[in-house]
């Protein structure tokens, strides 16, 4: 049964910092990973979607990476903002291609 | 480009009761997946609708129940409420298979029962 793990659970730093969040998932057999935001009482918005061929996404100051073989992937935040906090959640698709499997999501806050 | 958009935002039931709760997916959309998500938990896949079919059960019961309509609009219905069943209720729509195209979430409802 996959399971996913995201540490730290929560992070705070301040403003102008790098930070790296993580995620591990038990089963490499994935289809592909995806890095989602929630902000408090809100939907998801999709960051990056690594698919299993590949090894890292961009967007903007958000890097993902993914090692299928070791089962982690590492989201990295360049120049943290306040407005970056927020919750972050890793999902990987589960073996029917159906469903995404979430971690618990890792909590950011970034102070000014 | 429309967005995925759900109803109500927020809803409070007492145990026992039934709701439903609605999603429009976002447009050219035509998969649609419900999550449940209980405060401090990642989202919970319920099931997901791929051109009307139910395609994909997460591990809930037969009270929860979809449907998906003509226009890719889609029903979360949930029979018979326990307390346990308050949490954010997140539909997400793709273009076809979860496999290949991101998900975009819908703000969610947030269904209290007591």
């Known amino acids: 049964k996959q399971e996913v793990t995201q540490i730290p659970a929560a992070l705070s730093v301040p403003e102008g910092e790098n930070l790296v969040l993580n995620c591990s998932f038990t089963d490499s057999a994935i289809y592909n990973l995806q890095w989602f935001r929630q902000d408090p009482g809100k939907g998801l918005t999709s960051l990056l979607l690594i698919q299993s061929s590949q090894r890292e996404q961009t967007s903007g100051r958000l890097n993902a990476s993914l090692d299928k073989s070791s089962g982690r992937s590492t989201l990295y935040i360049a120049a943290s903002q306040p407005g970056d906090s927020a919750t972050y959640l890793c999902a990987v698709i589960n073996q029917a291609g159906t469903a995404l499997i979430f971690g618990k999501g890792t909590t950011l806050s970034v102070s000014s | 480009e429309t967005g995925v958009t759900q109803s109500p935002t927020h809803l409070i039931k007492t145990r026992g009761q039934q709701v439903t709760l609605r999603c429009s997916s976002q447009?050219?959309?035509?998969?649609v997946s419900w999550y449940q998500q209980a405060l401090g938990q990642g989202p919970q896949f319920i099931f997901q609708y791929y051109r009307e079919e139910e395609n994909g059960r997460g591990n809930f019961p037969p009270r929860f129940s979809g449907l998906q309509f003509p226009n890719y609009s889609s029903e979360l219905n949930v029979n018979a409420l326990e307390l346990d069943d308050s949490a954010l209720y997140l539909c997400?729509?793709?273009?076809?298979?979860?496999?290949?195209?991101?998900?975009?979430f819908g703000n969610g409802t947030r269904l209290t029962v007591t």
């Open positions: 997400a729509s793709s273009l076809d298979s979860t496999r290949h195209s991101p998900l975009h």
């Open positions: 447009s050219g959309h035509n998969t």
